[in-house]
Each structure stands twice: as C-alpha cells, then as structure tokens.
C-alpha cells in the first residue's frame, strides 16, 4: 500500500500552488485522496492538468525520473546530438547527484531553451535543489515545486513531439500517466 505525507488532493493542490482549469476543479470533492483525484482527473480525460497534478504528488526523484523516461521514451521523434547529450548529462546526474552535475545539467538545460523535452527534465533537475544562481554570486532558490512545472512541461511537450493526431497523442499522455502511477505504486525502480 503507498503512503502519502499529503492526507488530500487539495493538499497537493494548495502545497503545490496549482492552477488548475475550471473543468478539473469541478472533480475535486471534499477530503477526496490524491489518488482519487488523480483517477478522476484521467477518467475526465484532462491528461495536461493530471500530468501537473501527478509531477507534484510525486516523491521529487520518482517525478524527475518519470519525466527523464518520457524525454527518453521520445528521443526518436528528436535525435538531435544536442537532446541526447542533454539525456546522457540529466542520466550522469541520477548516477551522481551532486551540485557540480546538477549545474552540468543547467547548463544544458539553457543550451536546450527549455522548448524540448530534454531541456525541460534539465530544467527541473536543475530546480531539484540548490541555488540556481551563479557559483560566485548569493544564493537563489527556485519556487517550491518548480521542478515539477518543468516535469510537466518534459511530460506533455514528449507527448507532442512529431505532431501526433488526437488520438495519438491521447494515446501517449495515458502511457506517460500510466508510467507515472506505476512508480506511485513503487512498480518501477528509480535509480
């Protein structure tokens, strides 16, 4: 049985400062548990906010290494050398995760301009933890649960690499979400 250190889905919303649309809200009913809501949120077929919804309920390195699988997963719609360094820097960091890798990962993280897949997993392991400024200048820290706003963004922009029609894509989010649940449930080994 997996535990929650949050007691309610609105927990997740409120911790998290979700901005949720309308139609999603709608599902949400009083004392509902995270899993309920994220259930409701797939059955309704809202699959952009679920994928949000679900980066935050995470434990941070399950939702990193989800993210990092669903960039990986759509590397054959854009093999570029330039998203595969970025995978290879992002999986060092899984192996070795300290600060000095964790900027490695920032930097290519910029070099991606947060439109790809890969550029949005180095994003969040970025904003995992740590100061994202410079080495030599004070620190700043990035909003709580931003990596998991970029997770998202790795998520849903996979799902839409190669322009998939509707069905396709609907196809591809209710894999990613699927995988996302399966390391809920502790189903899948996280490195």
């Known amino acids: 049985m997996t535990k929650y250190a949050i007691k309610s889905a609105r927990d997740v919303i409120h911790d998290a400062n979700l901005d949720l649309d309308e139609d999603s809200m709608a599902l949400l009913a009083p004392k509902q ?10 059955d309704a077929g809202i699959y952009c906010d679920a ?3 679900l980066a935050c309920m995470l434990p941070m390195r399950k939702a990193l290494w989800w993210g990092y699988q669903c960039a990986r997963e759509q590397l054959q719609y854009d093999p570029t050398d330039r998203q595969k360094r970025t995978l290879e820097t992002v999986m060092s960091w899984f ?7 964790r900027r490695r990962v920032g930097d290519w993280a910029d070099a991606c301009n947060n439109e790809t ?3 949005f997993i180095a994003t969040a392991v970025f904003f995992s933890e740590g100061s994202v400024a410079d080495e030599d200048s004070s620190p700043a ?3 709580p649960y931003a990596y998991a706003h970029a ?3 790795a998520v849903v922009s996979s799902a839409h690499l190669a322009e998939p029609d509707a069905e396709e894509l609907q196809r591809r989010l209710q894999r990613f979400l ?3 649940e399966q390391l809920l449930d502790q189903q899948i080994e996280v490195m």
Do not use: C, K, M, R
């Not at 548990?33 to 797939?42: G, K, R, T």
């Not at 192996?95 to 890798?101: A, I, M």
């Open 141 to 143: 820290y990035p909003l």
């Open 51 to 53: 994928v949000t919804y």
């Open 178 to 180: 699927h995988l996302g």
């Open 151 to 153: 997770i998202s963004g």
């Open 95 to 101: 192996g070795q995760s300290n600060d000095t890798n």
């Open 33 to 42: 548990s995270p899993l309920e809501f994220l259930h409701a949120l797939i």
């Open 117 to 119: 897949p890969a550029g």
